[in-house]
């Protein structure tokens, strides 16, 4: 399953139970599709570059895990549909690419003794 990173804004005067809640819901939702969480890092309060939905800055949080893409418009679609949320990518991380490409290439070196 292909690595995929989040990287989302939350509104600047959220308030911390509310923080816990879609943190909780992101690791539940993970592991509920089969997949594994990485980590879920506050990267903490910045200025944004232009005014999103009214705000100036926000909380930014990024998120690192391993899911099946199918699952992916489902977290997408609860993600956006939440008012704390003014920004919010998604992407497929090269790492998991780069590593199953160094699997198939031990795997064609390798040599089978009989």
Same mark, same amino acid.
């Given at each position: 399953m292909p690595v995929y990173e989040m990287v989302?804004?939350?509104r600047p005067r959220v308030e911390e139970e509310i923080v816990? +809640?879609?943190?909780?819901?992101? %690791?539940?939702f993970v592991i509920? +599709? #089969? #997949? %594994?969480? #990485?980590?879920i890092? %506050?990267?903490g309060r910045r200025k944004l570059a232009y005014e999103v939905e009214g705000e100036e800055e926000g909380i930014f949080f990024r998120?690192?895990?391993?899911?099946?893409?199918s699952h992916l418009n489902e977290i997408v679609r609860w993600m956006r549909g939440r008012d704390e949320v003014i920004r919010l990518m998604i992407i497929r991380k090269k790492?998991?690419?780069?590593? +199953?490409k160094e699997e198939k290439e031990e795997k064609e070196g390798e040599v089978i003794n009989e």
């Open positions: 989302f804004t939350l816990k +809640n879609i943190k909780d819901k992101i %690791e539940s509920q +599709n #089969g #997949g %594994e969480l #990485g980590s890092d %506050e990267i998120s690192s895990f391993i899911i099946d893409p790492t998991a690419l780069l590593k +199953n």
